[in-house]
């Protein structure tokens, strides 16, 4: 086993390791420099909140819910997401329709953002397709309890979601085909 060497007195006052750090960012400073003289800058900059990241289709941010043409959600209250979820940030109060194709619904949906991780389990628990990962992710409070976010918060209409629930589908047909 090699033990640490014995540094030199030129070593021991750090100077080689000082000037390498004032040479690379000298060359930051001056490369950025050129770059924004000449119109050329090959930094990457987004002028926050004028303009806005696209993020990938695989992005994860804050869960939300598929909200159907009537203004329903297409939730049918089956408690997976919630039994899914690490943090048990999903709250679920199940009620019942006697005159309608579905047999029960939420009567109170919250999830607590300031627990979620978003980690997308819930959103794979779902067979429903009801609660999907959105591409939001500017959910800043003043209070916890701003960080709960109740049904009627969490609906989004599917019109708004085709992206997110395009890629699913897509990823439920390339794993169905490896496994056949």
Same mark, same amino acid.
């Given at each position: 086993?090699?033990?640490?060497?014995?540094?030199?007195?030129?070593?021991? =006052?750090?100077?080689?390791?000082?000037?390498?750090?004032?040479?690379?960012?000298?060359?930051?400073?001056?490369?950025?420099?050129?770059?924004?003289?000449?119109?050329?800058?090959?930094?990457?900059?987004?002028?926050?909140?004028?303009?806005?990241? $696209?993020?990938?289709?695989?992005?994860?941010?804050?869960?939300?819910?598929?909200?159907?043409?009537?203004?329903?959600?297409?939730?049918?209250?089956?408690?997976?997401?919630?039994?899914?979820?690490?943090?048990?940030?999903?709250?679920?109060?199940?009620?019942?329709?006697? $005159?309608?194709?579905?047999? /029960?619904?939420?009567?109170?949906? $919250?999830?607590?953002?300031? /627990?979620?991780?978003?980690?997308? =389990?819930?959103?794979?628990?779902?067979?429903?397709?009801?609660?999907?990962?959105? /591409?939001?992710?500017?959910?800043?409070?003043?209070?916890?309890?701003?960080?709960?976010?109740?049904?009627?918060?969490?609906?989004?209409?599917?019109?708004? =979601?085709?992206?997110?629930?395009?890629? =699913?589908?897509?990823?439920?047909?390339?794993?169905?085909?490896?496994?056949?």
């Amino acid at each position: 086993m090699k033990r640490a060497e014995k540094l030199t007195w030129v070593e021991r =006052l750090y100077i080689p390791m000082i000037a390498q750090g004032v040479w690379v960012t000298s060359a930051h400073f001056f490369r950025n420099l050129l770059g924004f003289i000449t119109g050329r800058r090959r930094d990457f900059v987004v002028q926050y909140p004028e303009e806005r990241v $696209d993020y990938a289709d695989a992005f994860r941010g804050m869960p939300c819910l598929v909200q159907l043409a009537n203004g329903k959600p297409k939730c049918v209250a089956c408690g997976l997401c919630e039994f899914a979820c690490p943090t048990d940030c999903i709250t679920i109060v199940a009620g019942e329709l006697v $005159d309608d194709n579905i047999e /029960r619904y939420p009567e109170q949906f $919250d999830i607590d953002m300031s /627990r979620c991780m978003f980690c997308g =389990l819930c959103e794979e628990a779902c067979p429903e397709e009801a609660i999907v990962m959105s /591409r939001e992710v500017e959910i800043a409070a003043f209070t916890r309890e701003d960080t709960l976010f109740h049904k009627e918060q969490l609906l989004v209409p599917e019109r708004l =979601l085709k992206r997110r629930l395009g890629f =699913l589908r897509a990823e439920y047909d390339r794993v169905h085909a490896a496994a056949e």
